[in-house]
């Protein structure tokens, strides 16, 4: 009799830009190998873009998704509680409702992958006795920097920012202090002392998955596995993985629209999941677009007092009314050429169609991939987390974004930028440039993932390790 399939057990830490990933890896191991999946989902308060993604994704008997218990953190965190702090709390009191479900499971798993936010849980695969993993849902390069900065804790004194020369890891071009990951900004700052605490546990994981490919960071993916610390566990980019164009789970009239348009004349306008910026950029970016003079479609949100996280938890929920920070007569002189949708769009499937000619992203790793995936060239604006290294990558290793100066007196990108950075994509030679060598990225990605590719084996070799162990 053949003997039952690997049970995989895939953790998401909260955050759509963590589940979309997570759920697409379920996904990958059910197609591909035929594995039985759960996917455990850690929440505080469940949005309409993640229930409406949800509800599209189980397959019965094969893959099944567990909504975990929203976990009350409200004694545990504090207003001004920095979001990698609370989305660790949030996993932790997650726990005690993920043993149980695992208790009640007539077939327990035979693994356990989490993402970066998760190790908490790696006492759950102690518990049971299985191998854990290790989801990056982001670049070999972020990867890189967090195994590296325990070592780079050792060696600086003072704060990262404040060097004067850029910071340098193996196997990574340098890093522009100021560019670093948003932990890494302030030493003293509790955040800081949790992420070096990752850095370390994330190395008892029995492998690393990276949401990455061979031939996009050839040089870092083989510096993680050679000389980056004496002992990393195996690496397997396994990436692109993305959202594949589907039942838009938000946001038709978009399509609509968008099918009224000229081949690559739009211009895409988003943050992510959460991300918001101030009122007064909000006025800039607007009138910015105003003077480029290019069609787009903007996913608007309420501004905060500065650029943010501040809304992460909250995506798809709010219809606000935003007209008070636009330009006087902005949305009237514009209703011909841009299309405003408020809070959520259904971003994939925006990308991918031919009307699409750039976009102006907040640099989030699942966008950047489903740029590239969709040849798409972007305007990089980060904001947060490790998104100003994607930003770098994107222009100075890859060249297929361009990225905007701030004006350092305000804080913010002034309107006559705006409208040249949105010329240099839209338009002309340099355009067409950025967009032929993201088109090369693309073909290398599909490459790696058809059958005898570099992420098509390397996912392979683990799931052969897990099916040999579980006989
Ligand atoms: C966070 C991090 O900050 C990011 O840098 C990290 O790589 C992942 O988590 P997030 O804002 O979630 O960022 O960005 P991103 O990684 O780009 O993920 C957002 C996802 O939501 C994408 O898959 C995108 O297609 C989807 N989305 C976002 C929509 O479908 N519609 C929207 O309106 C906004």
Redesign the pocket.
């Known amino acids: 009799m053949e003997s039952p399939k690997p049970h995989i057990a895939l953790l998401s830490s909260p955050?759509?830009?963590?589940l979309?990933?997570i759920l697409e890896l379920g996904k990958r191991l059910l197609s591909l190998h035929g594995f039985h999946i759960t996917i455990f989902v850690t929440t505080t308060q469940a949005s309409t873009?993640q229930s409406q993604l949800l509800n599209s994704q189980t397959v019965p008997g094969k893959l099944t998704i567990v909504e975990l218990p929203p976990a009350d953190i409200s004694s545990l965190v504090r207003p001004d509680t920095a979001i990698e702090i609370t989305i660790c709390i949030i996993v932790r009191e997650s726990i005690p409702a993920l043993q149980s479900a695992i208790l009640a499971m007539t077939q327990q798993p035979t693994v356990l992958i989490v993402d970066i936010f998760g190790i908490d849980a790696f006492e759950i695969a102690d518990q049971f006795q299985i191998p854990k993993y290790v989801f990056i849902?982001?670049s070999a390069i972020?990867l890189a920097l967090t195994v590296y900065v325990p070592t780079l804790d050792g060696l600086v004194v003072g704060e990262y920012v404040d060097l004067q020369e850029p910071i340098r890891v193996p196997g990574c071009n340098p890093i522009r202090p100021d560019d670093v990951v948003d932990p890494m900004l302030d030493r003293k700052h509790e955040r800081y002392s949790v992420y070096v605490d990752i850095c370390f546990r994330l190395l008892m994981a029995h492998g690393l998955f990276l949401n990455t490919w061979e031939d996009l960071e050839p040089i870092t993916i083989r510096a993680l596995r050679e000389d980056i610390v004496t002992f990393t566990p195996p690496i397997y980019p396994i990436g692109p993985l993305?959202?594949s164009v589907g039942p838009p789970?938000?946001?038709r009239e978009c399509l609509d629209w968008l099918d009224m348009q000229r081949t690559e004349s739009v211009l895409y306008v988003?943050?992510?999941?959460?991300?918001t910026i101030s009122a007064e950029q909000l006025t800039e970016l607007a009138t910015g677009l105003e003077l480029s003079q290019q069609r787009f479609i903007w996913?608007v949100r309420a501004p905060t007092k500065k650029d943010a996280?501040a809304t992460?938890f909250t995506?798809?929920n709010g219809h606000d009314d935003l007209s008070e920070y636009f330009p006087d007569g902005f949305l009237t002189r514009t209703r011909e050429v841009g299309l405003m949708?408020p809070?959520?769009?259904?971003?994939?499937e925006?990308?991918s169609h031919p009307s699409i000619g750039g976009f102006l992203?907040?640099?989030?790793?699942?966008?950047?991939?489903?740029s590239i995936m969709n040849g798409v060239p972007m305007i990089a604006w980060?904001?947060?987390?490790?998104?100003r290294m994607?930003a770098s990558i994107l222009t100075e290793d890859l060249n297929v974004a361009v990225r905007p100066e701030i004006l350092p007196a305000k804080g913010v990108v002034g309107r006559k930028e705006i409208e040249r950075m949105v010329r240099r994509v839209m338009e002309g030679e340099e355009g067409n440039e950025l967009r032929g060598r993201v088109r090369e990225l693309r073909s290398s990605a599909l490459k790696s993932l058809n059958e005898g590719g570099s992420s098509y084996n390397s996912l392979s070799q683990v799931a052969r390790k897990w099916e040999m162990s579980d006989k």
Do not use: D, K
């Open positions: 955050g759509l830009g963590h979309i990933p873009a849902t982001s972020f993305m959202r789970i938000a946001g988003s943050f992510g999941s959460g991300g996913v996280s992460f995506s798809g949708v809070q959520w769009a259904p971003q994939v925006i990308l992203s907040h640099c989030g790793w699942n966008s950047t991939i489903e980060p904001l947060y987390a490790e998104q994607n």
